[in-house]
DNA sequence: CCGTATTTGTTCGTATGTATT
DNA sequence: CAATACATACGAACAAATACG
């Protein structure tokens, strides 16, 4: 359409506005002369204006309103803009993963923004895999929650070609140990697990074994927490009553090793778990070995899934924001997106744990 | 520049040709009526033609050259693939839906492909929204799950653009009225509801409430399954004894309904509930009203879910494939991108569906 | 190489419709 | 309601590129 024909009336004309807005005369949000107005300026018809107009808002330089006038554009932004934001989880269907993706949708649909939806399954050569195909797409920003987040990350690479790109991205949930500087949104788990230990201590416990995931920020953060309670509390804290697993082996570890405390006979009075899904691992395992929940051993949850809420006990626990962790996720990915520094962020980075008191735990 | 409009005489003339080049009838490299013939056999004048063309050129699919002539370009056909899905489900965080994506998911980025995922709250004003913004999103495919599907559905012109743009697109877990024809993935709810009715009939049960949902096509489903074993029992079917609700009122009505049946002394020695999550809700009721599950009353659910077996009561249910049902849709799926017919189809289409027997019913 | 027919490219004039202020 | 601005539409003319006899 844009033929070489320098010569064209139109030709000119577009050129010359193309001119003026390229310089500066012509800024972005102004209006431009009416075409009628321009017709009389540059002494052509206006249907000439009109073809010249025509060619520059298809290349997205003009915009026309019917009734208002012709504005030039604010194209410095939003070029192209594809609105696909990626999010890449660890699982789809765990018992939190699904809130915290629809927190996120409900934010990016409001504006308009789709979601490209990938799971590792809390790998990292998953992720990597991942980063690797959503570097072909068009995508606008990245939300991501890293897999095995307390491991060093061995594919910094993409995350470097997500910077050259100019492609945002925040984490959630946790970072890697390289990067804990970049944006990210988590709950403080450290106070979390400090509280249910805390509580565990009040109610007069102080043999207090704790069961703490290692390969990522959330386990490594919970085992800071209750360590700091049980300090606070002049009660030594013992890394034999530690029973720490990783993503490979965590349905059976944490069973396991409790079975293994009771036949060799270690004190405990109480059990702080990763997560709800190990509590309820270990109240059946105890229930097993004729352990009563919380009548001889208190035990203690995290997360506040619909398996603390709606089991056979219901669980003590920590809350965890859940939808709103994914809704701020992806309000700071906007704000990166619209291109508004960290110094005039809205939005809050870390979200506040609050104890949930259930039937699991009992007074000594 | 392409405007709304339809009703204007150049985008009519457009949607012709573009359709023209869609369905196949304008192939890459022909040579399109000249200017001046257009004009005359859409009775419109040059000017109106032109106009029309000059949008096709700037999507790419025509391109004129001085003197020869207007041809569609090779780009029109060359629908390089996005390899990208799009998933519309009615929730995402919903107790089947997060396994339903996953199973789509492992089949679909075993081949290499994304998912775009969006959910419509069960609203079709959202998933017109949604398909509308798929549509001007380069995707390959389409998976969706009809909302309010026993409802005539409002926007078959959006599914009608679908097809001219050759996008295949599979439902699953129900679909319109009006497209019983089209391609979907189901579980066989008339066999499931048929067989919880019948085990309770078996068990001596005769005044049985039944609850469905009558705006999907599940609920319609297993409404006429609880029929059909009444009928074959020669239990007369009492529509009083049944109890509809819609998607808006899931969470109160039932539950009234109930209380309402209690209060007004409704003779009822087992009820068949559209699923867990309303079977919970009953019991929940019940147990309020100082009426025992199961030992006053039977209660049966559907879907085997996470609260099926984790609650306070192991429900006696019917299971749903989820995951299972998610693979079969992305595998048809990607049998209608590589263009199999469906008389070569290897996908099964309906699952069957199976008792799970738990705690939640007792002999009369 | 010329001439002619065909086809797209440029330009003007004019009229009417519709959205916004 | 009137004024303004863009949107659609028709008609007409000439220019420039191309193909072909």
Known sequence: M??????A?????????????????????????????????FQVSRHTVRKALSILENEGLLEASHGLGTFCTDRARN????????????????????????GMDKILTEKGYSIILKNTGNSQKNEARALDDILTKNIDGLIIEPSKSEIFCRHMHLYEA????????????????????????IMDDVQGSYLVTKYLIELGHNKIIGIFKIDDTQG?????????????????????????FHTEDRDTKPSAMIADFITRGVAMDAIVCYND????????ILNLKGIRVPEDVSVTGYDNSLIAQNGPIRLTTVSHPKEYLGEMAAELLLEKIQ??????????????????????????
């Open 2 to 7: 844009t033929k070489k024909n320098g010569r």
């Open 9 to 41: 009336k139109y030709y000119v004309l577009m050129e010359s506005l193309k001119q003026d807005i390229t310089d500066g005369k012509i800024k972005p949000g102004d209006r431009i002369p009416s075409e009628n107005r321009l017709s009389e300026i």
């Open 79 to 102: 070029h192209s803009s594809s609105h696909n934001i990626a999010v890449i989880t660890t699982y789809i269907s765990d018992y939190i993963f699904p809130r915290l993706i629809q």
């Open 162 to 185: 997500m910077d050259r790109l100019r492609i945002p991205y925040v984490f959630i949930q946790g970072t890697y140990p390289q990067m804990k500087e970049k944006p990210h949104i």
């Open 220 to 244: 490594a953060a919970r085992h800071k927490g209750y360590i700091r309670a049980l300090t606070e509390a002049d009660i030594p804290y013992d890394p034999d009553a530690v029973i720490t």
């Open 277 to 284: 899904q190990v509590a309820m691992d270990v109240i059946k």
């Open 339 to 364: 291109g508004i520094e960290d110094a005039d962020s809205r939005v809050p980075r870390v979200v506040a744990p609050e104890l949930i008191i259930g039937e699991s735990c009992k007074k000594r």
